[in-house]
């Protein structure tokens, strides 16, 4: 019971940080250690559907066994409660008090990339390029976002406008959102959403199921056999998408960034805030998953 509490509140933190542009799901589910076993589970998911489409039912139900269904069925309860209940809390909060909220995330995220950086098992200077080179990267297309625009997109655009957006469900560091503004596709999903255009969100959503499948096979390779470079990589992804929590933009939905001029002192104590809840919750599940491994006979 207490390990599925505690799956649970797992999945809400990713839940509550899904709601926030700029920041991920898989930020929280890498700093309270369960990021592998997230991506592990989805990949033998888009096995499990591969094998579907190529018509082999005997693999189907090898592959649906190895998913750790006791542990994602509880995560994604989490994520869709802290959806139902956090969305109106988070968008009035992020409209009366932007600055304040920014700087919280901006200092949660700050502290993800101290703790990721640890979980590289055998850090040496190529990784610090691999994180430098990802976070110059980002930081310099986020500035990107709001000068492309796509007109009248084919249905084509859409499948892999979902494909790509999905990516973020399982890399921390960019929302799914954002991926969409960096390609242009951001205002005519959320046209075709608002239009009840059913035949173009089918086909988001499939590009987004295809995309998943996969992405989440190919970073599970990734995983296993360049594990430090991938984490180098997504702490870099992360400390580039520092730029759109930056608390003071030059001007509302400006990628450009401004000084500090106003609320200054409670932005930097939001911030202090936000990287010690991070500090916090990634000791604690240390400490927890520590108490239960067994211990050795005496």
């Known amino acids: 019971m207490i390990q599925l509490l505690r799956t649970i509140f797992g999945g809400f933190l990713m839940g509550a940080a899904d709601l926030v542009p700029g920041v991920s799901g898989g930020t929280i589910a890498l700093v309270i250690g369960i990021y592998e076993r997230l991506v592990a589970s989805i990949r033998e998911g888009s096995s499990a559907l591969g094998a579907i489409l190529r018509g082999r039912p005997s693999q189907v139900a090898a592959h649906l066994r190895r998913v750790e269904?006791?542990?994602?069925?509880?995560?994604l309860g989490g994520i869709l409660f802290a959806v139902v209940t956090l969305a109106g809390i988070l968008e009035h909060q992020l409209q009366e008090n932007p600055i304040i909220m920014a700087a919280g995330f901006f200092g949660l995220v700050v502290g993800s990339v101290m703790i990721a950086w640890r979980l590289i098992k055998d850090p040496v200077s190529a990784h610090v390029g691999i994180a430098v080179v990802v976070a110059a990267a980002l930081f310099y297309l986020l500035g990107l976002g709001e000068e492309a625009t796509v007109v009248d997109p084919s249905l084509l655009a859409f499948f892999g406008a979902g494909a790509l957006a999905i990516c973020a469900m399982i890399l921390p560091?960019?929302?799914?959102?954002?991926?969409?503004?960096?390609?242009?596709?951001?205002?005519?999903?959320?046209?075709?959403?608002?239009?009840?255009?059913?035949?173009?969100?089918?086909?988001?959503?499939l590009g987004a199921i295809v995309g998943l499948a996969l992405f989440s096979q190919l970073l599970y390779w990734a995983l296993r056999h360049h594990h430090d470079n991938v984490l180098a990589g997504l702490v870099g992804l992360m400390a580039g998408s520092l730029r759109v929590l930056w608390p003071w933009p030059e001007g509302v939905g400006s990628s450009a960034l401004g000084a500090p001029e106003e609320a200054v002192l409670p932005a930097v104590v939001a911030a202090v805030i936000g990287l010690a809840f991070v500090f916090v919750v990634a000791r604690l599940e240390t400490s927890r998953d520590e108490v239960s491994e067994p211990q050795p006979a005496a």
């Open 173 to 205: 560091g960019i929302s799914g959102s954002l991926i969409l503004l960096l390609i242009g596709m951001y205002p005519a999903v959320l046209g075709a959403v608002n239009d009840r255009d059913l035949a173009v969100v089918g086909v988001f959503v």
């Open 69 to 75: 269904w006791w542990f994602l069925l509880p995560l």
